[in-house]
């Protein structure tokens, strides 16, 4: 297994641009979700989503759109970049039953210009 | 609302040097706490979770464990290799989220 694969590793973007993170797992896990990291603020939920054609906002969702369209992909959106955005961004996922433990990806980092 | 704090921000060890780091929270029924390691430029690791206070787990140097307001991971005769971010995180229902609170970590530093 893979486990979560995120691409791309970095990205440069101008503000008011547009792109999209993309983020995959091959454990058929049904719980996904969407990080943030900023230095001294710990991560933070931008969405999540608990399977295929479910999203729903997490702690700072503003600017992100999100969509499951399958149990293994959960992109995340950026509408119209803002410099606020600049952050390293890492996808998690866990099984939806139990006390599941979440595993994360390796991260993207965006700088916006 | 849902808190975690982590101390001490940054700690520098000598090569064997046993030392612990501390995890506070305050949350409403919690349901996991958990430790990951952080190596620069990566994801972050996952090493424990802890479910009820009195509970320990140990990894190899590694032994984490709980109380109703804390949990310690405590390194013993630590080495280089230990070096990295070390997060802990809560987890409780909330509106059916499954989202992990964060403290903002440990930067552990071990010296040869």
């Known amino acids: 297994n893979a486990g979560v694969t995120q691409t791309p590793k970095f990205q440069v973007l101008k503000t008011g641009q547009s792109m999209t993170l993309q983020c995959a797992q091959d454990?058929?896990?049904?719980?996904m979700s969407w990080y943030r990291q900023d230095p001294g603020m710990g991560l933070r939920l931008i969405h999540y989503s608990v399977g295929a054609g479910i999203t729903d906002q997490g702690e700072v969702p503003n600017g992100y759109n999100v969509s499951r369209s399958t149990t293994e992909d959960f992109p995340l959106r950026l509408l119209s970049a803002a410099p606020s955005q600049t952050s390293v961004y890492f996808c998690?996922?866990?099984?939806?039953?139990?006390?599941?433990?979440?595993?994360f990806g390796p991260g993207t980092r965006l700088l916006v210009l | 609302e849902d808190q975690v704090t982590q101390s001490p921000e940054a700690l520098r060890l000598q090569e064997g040097e046993s030392s612990s780091l501390n995890c506070s929270y305050t949350v409403s029924g919690l349901r996991g706490l958990f430790w990951y390691r952080q190596d620069p430029g990566k994801g972050p690791e996952f090493l424990f979770t802890?479910?009820?206070a009195g509970e320990e787990k140990e990894k190899e140097r590694l032994k984490a464990t709980l109380t109703k307001k804390e949990s310690f991971l405590h390194i013993t005769a630590p080495k280089p290799e230990d070096s990295a971010t070390y997060l802990c995180?809560?987890?409780?229902?909330?509106?059916?989220?499954?989202?992990?609170?964060f403290g903002s970590g440990t930067r552990l530093q071990v010296q040869p």
């Open positions: 454990m058929n896990h049904e719980y």
């Open positions: 998690a996922s866990s099984i939806r039953q139990g006390k599941e433990t979440q595993y």
């Open positions: 995180a809560v987890q409780a229902p909330k509106a059916g989220r499954r989202a992990l609170t």
């Open positions: 802890l479910y009820s």
